[in-house]
């Protein structure tokens, strides 16, 4: 079986599980039914499979003696009883290579292995022990590796003489210092991570955790490594050898095979030079096409979420697909729309209607579905709340209407979004340009990451502006400044200079904002702008959002989880779950009187609305993987107050009960919405 | 950036003598008696013997021998030859440019050919653009250069007659000339180079288009031009050009068949031959030459690495 995409981004626990119980069933099964995936990998294994026959069994399967001179058919072109032809001696050259293979099988395994074998214990112990040690070990390594490696293979064969034995020792000696750095490596990665501290705190012993906890981890990047520098091991004898180092003749080796036709054929008979190099490079080729795809077998199957805590679904698809993205054709800044209809615009057009949105994604396990008929509207100085839990499909939604989704994966399946009337999912790549960043604006989560680190603040600021209007430098600059004031930034002129690595989280998610609103916008994305801050820092940067608000009159979508925070902020609020609004209206409405279950659970889980003393709220189970989103009312196995029709009905969007009526609308997706009493907050 | 790079330069010294200490004990590596099989084995007569004893001062410890080796490195003098008995220093100054003029020749190629193939198979991954270059520089980085170099020789030399397949004619001599020799060993060389780069461009590229501060810029409205060249590629390489760097210090050790094969004027001839005669003040000369070069690169990448990376720059 494979990782199962998991959008939710729950507790690291329940992810570390599914891969616990991955690996038990066969990993060694599935990584080979991993590699044998590729056409590539499996021609390359029965090219060297071809190889290994030829040199376990050498003369036995040539056709020819290898060594046996016939002047008389000399540089004969390839023909039935010569496949590939005869040298300028008569020599057989499929013979010959045959028995040729023998020393590039041998010089590739014995070095790469040797090597490695003498890199694994010094890497382990200079990585593991570290101090003075390691710093002299490593020392002795870096020096080594500054030597170019041809150029040390050549003096080291050279001075010990020439011959086979000499030319595996020196391409083993140069290959030592490399397998060493890699191993040392991946022991630092593994020395800190929290179940070898765990090891070490209840005193198991050095020798111990080396071999049971810090080797498991440090085979897979060192298997990889070998298998990556078989390849360069036959490059290197055959060089050597090419440079009369290595095999002597009339024995044969590849790379002396090639020096004999490059000396005597090179203008009379230049075909012969096609065999041995083509040889040389198809058993590269095939070590390295191995190589890769072991590397990418290993650590497709050793990806473990466990970092991080907080990711969001848009950034959990990246990371669990990248490596399948990067087979695919990915079109990037613009999210591929799929649609066959498109619905209506509402009349009157508020600022931003989303119209029946539905978004896919396409997986290696088919498609599917993470949002589902989403419709809500934005009037003008209008803020709204998107509320729901990780994996709700709230960040999608807003990364759909800015269309900034990647493609694929994700494809707008149906529904339209109107951005002042206009059809954002019918415009050019260009169009939307012009809207983005201009009249529509994001803000992302996570500050640290959404600031290019290689430029200064003043640049990105003035970029943001200079992409959409046609200002100066100084005028650029002159706003800039304004806008880093306007954000309440301190000393602004001097933070112009400065790189993002020189800003607190705090200040750089001020710096996002303000590269947001640069161009004026009249509606902004926040998408969850607090969740990465300090507490206190968060609820200055609120106060900060809503005095903007008002200033600019500006309306906003804001995305997050937190129900005090929509409170504290927004005029009316739709609660999403598994990829639906379940519930919309004002912040009054649907907090003091909520209709659906699942929101009355999220106003009872909220910090404020308990007493002091109670044990705070939890909603029992977890958010549903996309995939297996239940029948019915896709709350109901969460849902205290569930009743059979709710396991099989199709539950729809409709006017609460004191909704088309009632002074504001209030739409509920809930069977038992009139007869439930719902606790709202306070 | 001032600190930086005295930092850099300061950190060369330890590393320096390792590895001058590494090039001298070779001779290490001599099989039997150094004095007897550097003086030409079996058959070397005892004065020579003796000569070959006196002249590398055999008789003393292998430390005092290398800090007479290292006294006069630090000089410029690295000994006579054995056999031709001129002075290596001399030989190499007139060898080296030659040596370097090819490298940078072949890194030139890597570089033309290797920068655009890999943003192009960046932007559209598995597109028709990325499988044909993938598939290109898979056999790019398989293909022994020697091989290609021999191939080209076959091709442009031998069958077409464009090029001269080998010689050499120095540049200030006639820089028409000087292209016309060094054209097919350079790309012989810069084809591994330009593969290589290019499958690292491509990956580090990828990485950093999937990066939040890319989406940040595609969210500011910008062009695919603005978001590859601007905001990606300076950050994509950061570590491109550390392993360049690396990659053209070893580029440089390959020029040495190249060379062979060419028959080309410039360190590589002179160090094979060097090598099969055990000529060892000749071999340990180049070696260090050849390392001393790799770590200016290496040093050279570091500087780079500040310049592109303010982190490292400004604290």
């Known amino acids: ?682 | 950036m001032g600190t930086l790079i005295a930092r850099r330069l300061l950190a060369l010294v330890p590393l320096l003598v390792l590895v001058s200490f590494f090039v001298f004990i070779l001779i290490a590596l001599v099989p039997g008696d150094a004095s007897v099989t550097l003086a030409g084995g079996e058959n070397a007569t005892p004065e020579r013997i003796a000569e070959v004893r006196e002249e590398l001062h055999l008789d003393e410890s292998i430390f005092q021998q290398y800090g007479r080796w290292l006294g006069g490195a630090v000089q410029g003098d690295l000994g006579d030859s054995l056999f031709a008995r001129t002075a290596v220093t001399s030989d190499i100054a007139e060898r080296l440019p030659i040596t370097l003029g090819l490298a940078g020749a072949a890194l030139f190629v890597g570089l033309l050919v290797g920068v655009p193939l890999g943003v192009l198979s960046a932007m559209r991954p598995a597109g028709a653009i990325d499988k044909l270059s993938r598939f290109g520089t898979t056999l790019g980085i398989s293909i022994p250069g020697y091989w290609l170099a021999i191939i080209l020789v076959v091709l442009f030399a031998v069958d077409l007659r464009l090029l001269p397949p080998s010689g050499y004619v120095p540049f200030f001599e006639n820089p028409l000339r000087w292209l016309e020799h060094i054209a097919l060993p350079a790309i012989a060389l810069g084809t591994w180079s330009a593969a290589s780069l290019s499958r690292q461009l491509r990956a580090a590229l990828i990485d950093v288009l999937d990066t939040n501060y890319v989406r940040s810029a595609w969210a500011k409205g910008g062009s695919t031009r603005l978001i590859v060249v601007k905001h990606a590629l300076k950050n994509a390489a950061i570590p491109v050009v550390t392993i360049l760097a690396l990659q053209t210090g070893y580029l440089i050790g390959s020029t040495v068949i190249v060379e062979e094969i060419f028959t080309i004027p410039g360190m590589g001839p002179y160090f094979l031959r060097a090598v099969v005669s055990f000529d060892v003040p000749v071999i340990q000369g180049v070696v260090l030459i050849f390392v001393l070069a790799a770590l200016i690169l290496s040093t050279l990448a570091d500087i780079t690495y500040g310049f592109l990376n303010p982190k490292v720059r400004v604290s």
């Open chain 1, 1 to 682: 079986m494979s990782l199962r995409p998991d959008t939710t981004g729950l507790a690291p626990v329940a992810a570390v599980e599914t891969v616990a119980t991955a690996r038990s069933t066969s990993p060694r099964l599935r990584l080979v039914r991993r590699l044998l995936r590729k056409r590539g990998t499996v021609l390359a294994i029965a090219f060297l499979m071809l190889v290994a026959i030829a040199a376990i069994f050498g003369t036995a399967v040539a056709p020819h003696d290898p060594n046996a001179q016939d002047i008389l058919n000399s540089n004969d072109v390839p023909s039935w009883s010569h496949p590939f032809g005869t040298d300028d001696l008569g020599r057989d050259i499929l013979s010959r290579l045959i028995v040729g293979a023998r020393i590039s099988v041998r010089i590739s395994l014995q070095t790469v292995l040797l090597a490695g074998l003498i890199a694994l214990p010094i890497g382990l112990v200079s990585g593991y022990i570290g101090g003075r040690l390691d710093n002299l070990l490593m020392r002795i390594v870096d020096a080594m590796l500054a030597f170019p490696p041809l150029v040390l293979a050549i003096a080291v064969a050279g001075l010990l003489g020439k011959g086979v034995g000499n030319v595996a020792l020196a391409i083993t000696i140069v290959m030592v210092p490399g397998f060493a750095r890699l191993v040392r490596a991946s022991t630092l990665a593994v020395k800190e991570e929290t179940f070898v501290e765990a090891s070490r705190s209840i005193g198991t012993r050095t020798r111990r955790i080396l071999s049971h906890r810090i080797l498991p981890n440090v085979r897979s990047p060192l298997i990889v490594g070998m298998s990556l520098a078989f390849g360069a091991a036959i490059l290197a004898e055959a060089g050597l050898s090419f440079l009369g180092l290595s095999q002597q003749p009339p024995n044969a080796s590849w790379g002396n095979m090639l020096r004999r036709a490059y000396d005597h054929s090179l203008y009379t008979h230049p075909w012969q030079l096609w065999f041995p190099g083509a040889v040389i490079a198809l058993m590269v080729l095939a070590y390295n096409t191995l190589g890769d795809a072991l590397r990418d077998a290993l650590s497709a199957s050793q990806w473990v979420p466990t970092r991080d805590h907080h990711r969001k679904p848009w950034q959990a698809w990246n990371v669990l697909q990248a490596w399948q993205q990067r087979q695919r054709k990915t079109r990037r800044g613009l999210t591929a729309v799929t649609r066959i209809e498109v619905p209506a615009a509402p009349d009157p057009a508020p600022l931003l209607a989303v119209e029946h949105l539905s978004l896919e994604f396409d997986t290696e396990q088919g498609r599917v579905r993470v949002v589902d008929d989403v419709s809500f509207s934005v009037a003008s100085g209008e803020v709204l709340g998107l509320v729901g839990e990780s994996g709700s499909g709230k960040t999608v939604t807003s990364l759909a209407i800015m269309r900034l989704l990647g493609s694929p994966p994700a494809r707008i399946a149906e529904g339209a979004v109107y951005f002042e009337g206009r059809d954002l999912f019918a415009l050019s790549f260009d169009e939307m340009r012009a809207i983005r960043g201009a009249e529509l604006s994001m803000v992302f989560q996570d500050p640290m990451t959404s600031l290019n680190p290689a430029y200064t603040i003043g640049d990105q600021l003035r970029e943001a502006l200079r992409l959409h209007e046609h200002v100066d430098r100084a005028t650029a600059r002159a706003r800039a400044r304004e806008m880093l004031d306007l954000v309440q930034i301190p000393a602004p002129e001097q933070r112009l200079h400065e790189y993002p690595h020189q800003l607190s989280g705090g200040m750089r998610q001020r710096v996002m904002l303000a590269i947001a609103l640069m161009c004026r916008p009249k509606l902004l994305i926040a998408d969850e702008p607090t969740t990465a801050l300090d507490v206190t820092i968060q609820a200055q940067m609120l106060d900060l959002l809503r005095s903007l608000q008002r200033e600019l009159d500006l309306s906003v979508i804001f995305v997050t989880h937190d129900l005090g925070v929509v409170a504290d902020i927004c005029d009316r609020v739709a609660v999403m779950y598994s990829g639906q609004i379940v519930e919309q209206g004002t912040v009054g409405e649907v907090f003091t009187r909520p209709q659906q279950p699942y929101t009355e659970g999220l106003l009872a889980a909220m910090p404020q609305t308990g007493r002091a003393g109670d044990a705070l709220y939890v909603i029992p189970g977890q958010v549903p993987h996309p995939r297996a989103w239940p029948g019915g009312c896709r709350f109901h196995p969460r849902c205290a107050y569930v009743i059979d029709a709710c396991r099989s009905e199709r539950v729809s969007l409709t006017a609460g009960p004191n909704g088309a009526a009632g002074p504001t609308p209030h739409d509920v997706r809930c069977l038992r919405s009139g007869e439930l009493d719902l606790r709202g907050s306070q």
